[in-house]
C-alpha cells in the first residue's frame, strides 16, 4: 500500500540554526500540507502546496518557514533559524486533487521529531 | 477551532467492540465526518469518513445519525493494538481546507 515517508526520523539542532524536514508523499498525489504536533498538544496545520505554490498557511508558518518541491518526487519544510518552541514533531500529508480540483483524502507520514537544544 | 465534541477517554476491554461517540450539531450539509486515529506519536492514520450513511472498512465502522449531528466509530473487536487517540473531524470533502484536530478521544484496550 503506497504510504507517505518521511526523513529523518529525527532531528537535533541548535537553536538558530537551519533545518529541512523531507517528504516523499504518495505518488499520483498533488496536494501536500505539513502539520505539526508540540509534545502533548493537539495537531496543527501549518501550510498547504499545489501547483508549487502555498495555497494556505497558519498564523504559525511565519518567515522563518519555507517549503518546496525540489523535484517530482520531495516535498520539503525549511525552518530558517530555530527557535526552542520549534520543537516538536512535523507530520507531512498528501491528497489526490479530485476533479474540479478539490481534495479528497489526507494521508499522513510518520513524523519527524525535531528537537531544538 | 475542532467542530466537534468527544469523550475525553474511554476503555474497552479487548475483543469486545469499542463505540466512540462524537457530536458535531453544527456541522454543514456538505461537510463529511472524517475519523482519524494516532498511536503514540507516530503519524495520524486515516480510518473512516462518511456524509450521511453508515460505512464500513476493514477497519472500522461509522454510524451517522439522521439529523448528521451526532456519529459513532465502531470497531467491531478492539485489540491492544488499537489503543490510541481518536479524532473526529468535520470537513468538506473536496475543499481544500486543512483538518482541524481537537484533543480526540484516548482510547485504552485493556486485556
Known amino acids: 500500500e503506497p504510504e507517505v515517508t518521511q526523513t529523518p526520523s529525527h532531528q537535533v539542532t541548535q537553536m538558530g540554526q537551519e533545518v529541512i524536514l523531507r517528504c516523499v508523499p504518495i505518488s499520483n498525489h498533488l496536494y501536500f500540507y505539513w502539520y505539526r504536533q508540540i509534545l502533548g498538544q493537539k495537531v496543527e496545520f501549518l501550510v498547504s502546496?499545489?501547483?508549487?505554490?502555498?495555497?494556505?498557511k497558519s498564523e504559525i508558518f511565519d518567515d522563518q518557514f519555507s517549503v518546496e518541491r525540489p523535484d517530482g518526487s520531495n516535498f520539503t519544510l525549511k525552518i530558517r533559524s530555530t527557535k526552542l518552541e520549534d520543537s516538536a514533531m512535523y507530520f507531512c500529508a498528501s491528497s489526490v486533487l479530485l476533479a474540479g480540483g478539490y481534495t479528497d483524502t489526507q494521508y499522513f507520514g510518520p513524523g519527524t521529531r525535531l528537537t531544538v537544544l | 477551532d475542532a467542530k466537534t465534541t468527544q469523550p475525553t477517554s474511554m476503555d474497552c476491554a479487548e475483543g469486545r467492540a469499542a463505540n466512540l461517540p462524537c457530536n458535531h450539531s453544527?456541522?454543514?450539509?456538505?461537510?463529511?465526518v472524517y475519523w482519524y486515529r494516532q498511536i503514540h506519536s507516530q503519524g495520524p492514520q486515516y480510518i473512516i469518513h462518511?456524509?450521511?450513511n453508515n460505512e464500513t472498512n476493514e477497519m472500522a465502522s461509522l454510524i451517522i445519525t439522521e439529523d448528521r449531528k451526532s456519529s459513532t466509530l465502531i470497531l467491531p473487536h478492539a485489540t491492544l493494538r488499537d489503543t490510541a487517540v481518536y479524532y473526529c473531524?468535520?470537513?468538506?470533502?473536496?475543499?481544500?481546507?486543512?483538518?482541524?484536530f481537537g484533543k480526540g478521544t484516548r482510547l485504552s484496550v485493556i486485556a
Open positions: 502546496f499545489y501547483n508549487n505554490e502555498i495555497s494556505e
Open positions: 453544527t456541522i454543514s450539509g456538505n461537510e463529511y
Open positions: 462518511g456524509l450521511k
Open positions: 473531524i468535520v470537513r468538506v470533502r473536496g475543499g481544500n481546507t486543512p483538518l482541524v
